[in-house]
């Protein structure tokens, strides 16, 4: 039995996910900002590994599992376009990626 | 037990902290890789055990390495920092804002939201091993398990075709 | 035989001759429009005739109904022909058929020929559905018609802004009127529940109604009979309707539209012997238009405006005659001021083709000698108007005053006679100064330089040239001379009392009295009227002097051709206020206000877009702070509501 109640965990998890919310927002580095994102996802696992824990069965576990995967695939794919971005321009900025509009 | 998931809980949010605070992009790194270690205890203490290994080996051992891998190639000739870094911009300040709020709000939904009451189910004492574990993946969600490998392919193929140069 | 169809066949043949001769007035010759125009509205008299025959013959037992069209039940239009409608019905088409002849000539150098026949059959139409309905409804219906015919020919030659006001002017002061009539037909609906004359009449025979209501009613109905009939308050827009071609003013503007307030009174009797209080405010109305229409003809210079004002004058002893309850005389008066106001409005149109279109009395003259047969068809029917023996004006204006007379009206019957006084006086000016003196010749140059024999010689033709030698067209002169000689024998139906046993079968309730002439009366009325006309011989006669006066081309135009301002006093109560009201909404309030709503609509869409176009500014940042904001506004909204 895990010592604390299920509210610490899921609050433990909101923190980690607003925070790292808070770094996708700020940093303009697109490293930073994948990292955030992959710690964003982080606390997802944590609030699917508890509440599976809570139910007692093992889906909250193997969601948490394919999402780590999932997560290794992206960041590969993400890191190979910030690799692009900068064999291009020389320097890693996100705001200066703005074509993506109208 | 309740001391190591509050120091667990703290190193998770000392690690995300690094993350938005740490200038240099290597510090990031450790700084995440921090976290997760943080959350690979955690993840012992709701009895994953393998959940948790996983998280190690991949998460800190394949990922970060290949942040790390990627960071190298890209400021092989300079010490790479973000411009205007300090600075309290208008974007910064926003984002901070609705960041904060966002944390409170789901703060307080966690600390005190759950009227149903949850509580912890009683589970075998084999709970969360590797054999059970991979069973209930193996058989029950071995749809979901194929396609993720689907989607890990997909990846490799499409990175190369990204960055892979083309000599002629 | 039953000749009930004839009755819908006489309105209807005249509207779809308009119909067709308007759909084909450009494809068709002058001839082949004339015979069709002028064909409807033979038609539309022979089968008036032969009803009528047909009634009378019957010695006006039995009305001959026939229904039109119906609507449900709330209204069915229907036809009679009773005494009323079918002596009416009898002038309009008889008068309406003279003067489509004579507008054939008169109207042929026109190209918009083909318009104005299909117009004129229009009215045809309009004016024959007005008398020959039997409910109020379907006379509203013909009232409404016979206004917008009023307006589409006085503004016939709309290119002239004149014209065009004109029309206006008499469309909007007949509007004040169909305000009141239809006020009118609405309350006698609320009473009696029904629009039929038959039901209406019976019930107030049977004495169901309240004496206050029927005043009502009579007064409402009398203010569409005032507007429509050019009666003193609402009288304004008939002199500037001459705008109109001079057929349109003979038909319409003194034998027949005009008249229409007398029928609406004559045929609504049996509220205005009830309501006394309306039927005294129609007497008034009438015999004070009369004089005052008498008064101002004597100083107006435009030949067609003598005789609106003269009309006005003689409409006014109709409207006396009504409401003195002599309904009869009215009605004869109406047909006996048919035949020699149309007579004299024609042969004005043929003086007016002598001069080229002026119609300026100052600039006539001495045209007796050039033109006998103007001078004598206009003078029979100025003496028929005048009212002298055996003329026909004279029988039935006797009778009138013999009416007033009879009832006691002092007042009435002492502006009835000095109404006939002057109207000798102003018919002598009038044909003194056309037809008699000499010529009008015009000074090019001030007297006293000497002008070379090449100008004196210029300055003659000028003046010969202004009364061009113009043989008048056969169509005129035949249409003009009928009339002529109605306007002599017309009253000569008194002596065997025709008209009254023609119309008394319309007037069941009354008992009609059959008078013989009154010495008294008549002495005194042609005494007077002789009075009036020496006065106005002495006055205008070749050497006389007022007629040196008024012929001065500096003299100034007094009071009586102002027509005692009245027309000024309404334009600055009522039109400069709405012109200001108009030209305030005009151009202030549209443009600024509602266009600058509008427009600030558009604005705000505009700088709204503006303000948002930069949301999508490709900054991946700024699209996540806006991805997560929403995600706070959902959690915020779970964590107060859920």
């Not at chain 3, 029927?214 to 429509?228: E, F, H, T, Y």
Request: glycine share 10%; proline share 3%; charged share 10%.
């Amino acid at each position: 039995m895990p010592a604390f109640s299920l509210n610490a965990y899921v609050a433990l998890s909101a923190v980690l996910f607003a925070l790292g919310g808070i770094g996708v927002l700020v940093r303009r580095s697109p490293l930073a900002i994948l990292m955030s994102v992959e710690l964003m996802l982080n606390a997802a696992n944590l609030l699917f590994v508890a509440f599976g824990r809570a139910h007692g069965g093992y889906e909250g576990q193997i969601m948490a599992f394919l999402v780590i995967t999932v997560a290794a695939a992206e960041v590969a794919i993400g890191l190979a376009l910030t690799v692009l971005l900068f064999r291009r321009r020389k320097e890693a900025d996100v705001d200066q990626v703005n074509e993506l509009k109208l | 037990m309740n001391v190591l998931f509050v120091i667990a809980g703290l190193m998770a949010i000392a690690g995300v902290l690094g993350v938005i605070l740490a200038k240099p992009p290597v510090y990031q790194v450790i700084a995440t890789v921090f976290s997760f270690l943080g959350l690979a205890a955690l993840y012992l203490s709701l009895q994953s055990e393998f959940l948790a290994v996983i998280q190690l080996i991949v998460y800190g051992g394949a990922i970060m390495i290949l942040f790390l891998f990627v960071i190298a190639l890209l400021t092989a000739r300079r010490d790479p920092v973000e411009k205007d870094l300090g600075q309290l911009t208008t974007a910064k300040l926003l984002g901070f804002a609705v960041g904060g709020a966002l944390l409170v709000m789901l703060a307080v939904v966690g600390l005190f939201g759950g009227e149903g009451g949850l509580a912890w189910a009683q589970v075998p004492a084999d709970f969360g091993q590797l054999k059970p574990f991979g069973h209930e993946l193996l058989t029950t969600n071995v749809f979901p398990f194929e396609i993720v490998a689907f989607v890990l392919m997909v990846a490799v193929i499409g990175v190369t075709i990204l960055v892979g140069r083309h000599r002629a | 035989m039953d000749l009930a169809w004839m009755l819908p066949a006489i309105v209807v043949v005249p509207l779809l001759s308009a119909a067709i001769v308007g759909y084909f007035r450009n494809t068709w010759s002058k001839t082949t429009v004339c015979w069709v125009a002028c064909g409807s509205v033979a038609v539309s008299f022979a089968l008036t005739v032969a009803v009528a025959l047909q009634y009378w013959g019957a010695g006006g037992a039995a009305p001959i109904r026939s229904g039109l069209t119906s609507w449900g039940s709330l209204l069915e239009l229907g036809l009679v022909a009773d005494g009323l409608s079918l002596w009416w019905a009898l002038v309009v088409t008889g008068a309406g058929l003279l003067i489509h002849i004579y507008s054939t000539a008169y109207m042929v150098e026109d190209e918009s020929y083909g318009r104005f026949m299909a117009k004129m059959n229009f009215f045809i139409f309009a004016m024959t559905l007005l008398v020959l309905s039997d409910n109020f409804a379907g006379m509203a219906i013909g009232w409404g018609c016979v206004g917008l015919a009023s307006y589409m020919l006085i503004g016939f030659y709309f290119t002239r802004p004149g014209a065009q006001n004109a029309a206006i002017k008499a469309f909007v002061m007949n509007i004040i009127g169909e305000a009141g009539l239809f006020a009118g037909i609405a309350f006698i609906y609320a009473n009696f529940g029904s629009f039929k004359f038959d039901e209406v009449f019976g019930a107030i025979a049977g004495g169901q109604y309240s004496v206050a209501a029927l005043n009502l009613i009579g007064l409402l109905l009398l203010i569409g009979a005032v507007a429509k009939s050019a009666q003193l308050p609402l009288h304004t827009w008939l002199p500037y309707a001459m705008e109109g071609p001079t057929p349109v003013s003979a038909l319409i503007h003194a034998a027949t539209m005009v008249t229409a307030g007398v029928y609406l009174v004559s045929r609504a009797y049996p509220i205005y012997e009830v309501a006394s209080g309306a039927a005294m405010t129609v007497a008034w109305i009438g015999g004070l238009g009369a004089l005052f229409g008498s008064l101002v003809a004597a100083g107006q210079f435009d030949i067609k405006r003598v005789l609106a004002f003269s009309t006005l004058s003689q409409i006014g002893y109709m409207f006396l005659a009504n409401g003195l309850g002599a309904y009869v005389a009215a009605d004869f008066h109406f047909f006996t001021h048919a035949f020699f106001k149309a007579c004299l409005f024609l042969a004005a149109g043929i003086v007016v083709h002598h001069y080229h279109g002026d119609q300026d009395i100052r600039h006539m003259g001495g045209l007796w000698y050039r033109d006998r047969f103007a001078g004598i068809t206009f003078g029979a029917a100025a003496l028929a108007l005048i009212g002298l023996p055996p003329f026909a004006g004279f029988f039935s204006k006797d009778e009138i005053l013999l009416a007033a007379y009879r009832q006691g009206q002092w007042a009435l019957f002492t502006i009835a006679v000095l109404a006939a006084g002057m109207t000798a006086f102003y018919n002598v000016r009038l044909f003194s100064l056309v037809f008699l003196g000499d010529a009008y010749a015009p000074e090019a140059k001030p007297a006293g330089k000497k002008r070379s024999r090449a100008q004196q010689a210029a300055a003659a033709h000028g003046a010969h040239a202004h009364e061009h030698e113009h043989s008048t067209p056969a169509a005129m002169k035949w249409t003009v001379g009928i009339l002529a000689v109605l306007s002599v024998v017309s009253g000569w139906l008194f002596f065997g009392h025709y008209q009254f046993t023609a119309l008394e079968p319309a007037f069941p309730t009354l008992e009609l009295h059959h008078e013989a002439i009154n010495p008294v009366v008549a002495g005194l009325a042609v005494a007077v009227a002789l009075v009036g006309g020496l006065a106005a011989w002495y006055l205008y006669r070749p050497e006389g002097a007022r007629r040196a006066v008024e012929l001065d081309p500096l003299h100034k135009p007094g009071i009586l051709y102002n027509m005692f301002y009245v027309d000024t006093l309404y334009d600055v109560l009522f039109v400069q206020p709405a012109r200001a009201l108009a030209e305030f909404v005009g151009d202030l309030f549209d443009p600024k206000g509602i266009d600058g709503v509008v427009n600030g609509l558009g604005v705000v869409a505009r700088e709204l877009g503006d303000v948002l176009r930069r949301w999508q500014n490709g900054l991946i940042r700024s699209y996540a702070l806006t991805l997560f904001a929403g995600v706070l506004l959902v959690v915020v909204y779970y964590v107060l509501y859920v």
